[in-house]
C-alpha cells in the first residue's frame, strides 16, 4: 500500500524557516517523480514544486522561487521542502505527492504550516 | 499561467439527481486535464485524467468529457458520499506549472 506521511508543520513567524519531510513506502520511491503541493484555508490546492527521481530536475511555482528548495534522499525514501523567508501567503496545508504524468494519485494527510506574529 | 475557473462556485443537489460541473481554461490545455474530489479533513483524490479516463477505483457514476478549454464533470446519479468539493487542474505545460480551479462545493439540497 502506498503510504505518504508528511511532517515538520507548525508554527512560524514571518521571516522564519521551517524544513517539511515526507516519508515513503509502498512503493519504489527512486522510480518516480514526487512534488509538493499547498492548500490555503478555503482555496483550491496549489502546485509548489517538483523533482525528478533522481534529484537532477527541479520546477517550482514563480511564487516560491528562491525562497523554498525541494529534495529527496532515495536511500532514506524521503522527500523534503526546505521554506526559508516564510510569508504571511504561505499559510497551508503542505502536501506531498507522487507524481505520475502530471497527475497526483497518492497525497499524503498533510502538514499545517501556519505564518503568523 | 493558465487560469482555471469552476462554476458554480456551490451547486445544490438531491440524491439520484446528474449534476454537471464545469472547468474552463484561460487557453487551450488540449485533453490535459483532470479532476479531483475532496472531503472536509482529506486529501484530493483522482478521479478523471486526460478529460475522461477513470481513476482506478472509481465508480462508473462519474464521467468527464471536453478538450480545448470547456470541460466537465458529471455525476450521473448522485450517491450521498458524493457531497463534497470538486477541482479540476490542467497539465498542458513543460516545465511544469500545474493549476488548479478554485473548486465546486457540491451540496445536499
Known amino acids: 500500500e502506498v503510504q505518504l506521511v508528511e511532517s515538520g508543520g507548525g508554527l512560524v513567524q514571518p521571516g522564519g524557516s521551517l524544513r517539511l519531510s515526507c516519508a515513503a513506502s509502498g512503493f519504489t520511491f527512486s522510480s518516480w517523480w514526487m512534488t509538493w503541493l499547498r492548500q490555503a484555508p478555503g482555496k483550491g490546492p496549489e502546485w509548489v514544486a517538483s523533482?525528478?527521481?533522481?534529484?537532477?530536475?527541479?520546477f517550482y511555482v514563480d511564487s516560491v522561487k528562491g525562497r523554498f528548495t525541494i529534495s529527496r534522499d532515495n536511500a532514506k525514501n524521503s522527500l523534503y521542502l526546505q521554506m526559508n523567508s516564510l510569508r504571511d501567503e504561505d499559510t497551508a496545508v503542505y502536501y506531498c505527492?507522487?507524481?505520475?504524468?502530471?497527475?497526483?494519485?497518492?497525497w499524503g494527510q498533510g502538514t499545517l504550516v501556519t505564518v503568523s506574529s | 499561467e493558465i487560469v482555471m475557473t469552476q462554476s458554480p462556485a456551490t451547486l445544490s443537489a438531491s440524491p439520484g439527481e446528474r449534476p454537471t460541473l464545469s472547468c474552463r481554461a484561460s487557453?487551450?490545455?488540449?485533453?490535459?486535464l483532470a479532476w479531483y474530489q475532496q472531503k472536509p479533513g482529506q486529501a484530493p483524490r483522482l478521479l478523471i485524467y486526460?478529460?475522461?479516463t477513470r481513476a482506478t477505483g472509481v465508480p462508473a457514476r462519474f464521467s468527464g468529457s471536453g478538450s480545448g478549454t470547456e470541460f466537465t464533470l458529471t455525476i450521473s446519479s448522485l450517491q450521498s458520499e458524493d457531497f463534497a468539493v470538486y477541482y479540476c487542474?490542467?497539465?498542458?505545460?513543460?516545465?511544469?506549472?500545474?493549476?488548479f480551479g478554485q473548486g465546486t462545493k457540491l451540496e445536499i439540497k
Open positions: 486526460d478529460a475522461s
Open positions: 487542474q490542467q497539465y498542458k505545460n513543460w516545465p511544469p506549472l500545474y493549476t
Open positions: 487557453q487551450s490545455v488540449s485533453s490535459n
Open positions: 523533482i525528478k527521481q533522481d534529484g537532477g530536475e527541479k
Open positions: 505527492a507522487r507524481e505520475e504524468h502530471a497527475r497526483f494519485y497518492y
